[in-house]
């Protein structure tokens, strides 16, 4: 089960910085040093990035957008005023590019939300290296990248959290997903290893694991969405997901959240969820 929208095909690598229209500065700092907390967030041109960011911009954070699309990124900025970084995580460097602007912009960064992804679907045995190496490249090894350059500023700070969107995929496995799977439970392993090596430096780790999501993510993965269960859910369910895990600093949030009980069951009965997946998934 797939989750999140492709951030768009344009690579662009050179940052600008989006205008604040008067009136949308944030409301109140969340932070005792008088300016608001500042977040970054990935995959954010439309679907779940877009819908978080529209999210962390109500809560009055200061935000640095990056996607591969920067029309779409630039127009996501006009509802969440915030500093844009269009570039392809993916190209080498980018991930430090992007860290240095976010730090240069803001001087600190208290969140990274982690959003971008892409997908394909059919067999893995068809699947071209090109796709294979696409979706092991953005969903996985550029997250790890930006968390590298990320994460020593805020253990530095003493503070900071990293939210990671994984997938219900990463999780059980899903038919037809082979690597899309693998990457995203590659994604949660780290989310849970880099949990324990933080512990007690004040920076935490989230993941957040959607099932369907209703974005433009199927349509670009070049299959639709054709089951009838289960039902896709708005990306700013997702958002949502991602705000209670900020605020109330949880480890891991299925959305919607009986999709834990698949992953339960997975885990205490492996035999039984198999032949069950056999037939079903």
């Given at each position: 089960m797939s989750h999140a929208s492709r951030a768009g095909a344009a690579d662009v690598s050179s940052p600008w910085t989006s205008a604040v229209p008067a009136g949308t500065v944030p409301r109140a700092p969340a932070d005792g040093s008088g300016r608001p907390r500042a977040a970054l967030v990935t995959g954010a041109s439309?679907?779940?990035?877009?819908?978080?960011?529209?999210?962390?911009?109500?809560?009055?954070?200061?935000l640095i957008l990056n996607g591969r699309d920067a029309g779409r990124l630039c127009r996501v900025a006009?509802?969440?005023?915030?500093?844009?970084?269009?570039?392809?995580?993916?190209?080498?460097?980018?991930?430090?590019?992007?860290?240095?602007?976010?730090l240069d912009r803001t001087g600190?960064?208290?969140?990274?939300?982690?959003?971008a992804g892409v997908g394909w679907a059919g067999d893995f045995t068809t699947m071209p290296p090109r796709a294979l190496e696409e979706v092991v490249g953005v969903d996985l090894l550029a997250t790890l990248r930006l968390v590298r350059q990320v994460v020593p500023h805020m253990v530095a700070a003493g503070s900071g959290r990293v939210v990671l969107i994984?997938?219900?995929?990463?999780?059980?496995?899903?038919?037809?997903?082979?690597?899309?799977?693998?990457?995203?439970?590659?994604?949660?392993?780290?989310a849970d290893a880099l949990r324990y090596e933080l512990r007690g430096s004040g920076v935490g780790v989230s993941l957040v694991v959607p099932g369907v999501v209703d974005t433009p993510f199927f349509d670009r993965r070049g299959v639709p969405y054709r089951r009838a269960w289960p039902r896709p859910v708005p990306p700013e369910r997702v958002a949502d997901a991602v705000w209670s895990a900020v605020v109330r600093g949880r480890d891991e949030v299925y959305v919607p959240g009986w999709l834990g009980l698949p992953a339960r069951v997975r885990g205490a009965a492996p035999g039984l969820y198999r032949r069950l997946a056999a037939v079903f998934g």
């Open positions: 439309s679907g779940i990035g877009a819908a978080v960011a529209r999210r962390l911009s109500a809560g009055g954070w200061r006009e509802h969440a005023p915030a500093d844009v970084f269009p570039a392809d995580l993916a190209r080498p460097g980018a991930e430090r590019r992007l860290t240095r602007f976010a600190r960064l208290d969140l990274l939300v982690a959003g994984g997938s219900l995929a990463g999780t059980v496995a899903v038919r037809g997903e082979a690597v899309y799977s693998a990457a995203k439970a590659g994604l949660g392993a780290f």
